[in-house]
């Protein structure tokens, strides 16, 4: 069994330096934790006083979760913090996909108005590449690999078998926290056009 576990197309636009310190964001939905209406709180909260902040509201699998971003040292220059509807840390893992329910950009200024015609151009120019979400899934359901095990030499394997089908991807080691309990998983990153990054997680 594997489950991808959603990262929105707005995380690749976060690598750059108006991020926040990632001990500042914690800090802050830690402030919060517990609040009804947790996520309109710290989203209404985080724009009128952290203006520059960036964040998304998904939806996976009929439940919400919110994510904000900070600077990271990390090879993709950021971090992304994941809380429920209860303030609680946990990732949401979307074995049907997630949708944006809503995302903030930060500050509106004239470059995020070029960012979003250039994105607009991007996806009209990559609909039919076989690099979308949808195509991945498709991928992975044709993948006849063990997705059963969470070793370093399975997620080599998939990881593997994605690159040989064109998907830039790559093993990374992730700690998932929820309310429960936390884990380590070995994950495969992997790039799509029309919702950015997705780790797969398996075991």
């Known amino acids: ?69 900070s600077n990271s040292d990390n090879d993709k220059g950021y971090n992304a913090e994941y809380r429920d509807v209860d303030g609680e ?24 108005e070029v960012e979003e015609d250039e994105e607009t151009e991007e996806v009209e120019d990559t609909e039919d ?9 498709n991928c992975l359901d044709a993948y006849t690999g063990k997705v059963t095990c969470s070793s370093r030499s399975c997620a080599n394997n998939m990881c593997d078998y994605l690159k040989d089908n064109g998907w830039d991807a790559e093993v990374v080691k992730k700690a998932y926290k929820s309310v429960a309990s936390g884990q380590t998983r070995f994950c495969i990153d992997v790039d799509t056009e029309d919702e950015g990054l997705m780790s797969i997680v398996l075991g």
Do not use: Q, R
């Not at 840390?89 to 995020?112: A, H, L, M, Q, R």
């Open 89 to 112: 840390i946990s990732v949401p893992v979307c074995g049907n996909g997630c949708t944006v329910k809503d995302k903030y950009k930060g500050e509106n200024d004239e470059e995020n």
């Open 129 to 137: 590449s076989g690099h979308a979400y949808e195509d991945l899934v």
């Open 1 to 69: 069994m594997f489950a991808v576990v959603f990262s929105t197309t707005a995380a690749a636009e976060t690598a750059n330096k108006d991020l926040p310190d990632s001990l500042d964001v914690t800090k802050f939905l830690d402030k919060y934790k517990g609040e009804s209406n947790y996520i309109e709180i710290v989203t209404e909260t985080a724009e009128e006083d952290h203006p520059a902040w960036k964040w998304d509201v998904l939806e996976c699998n009929g439940d919400d979760f919110v994510v904000f971003y």
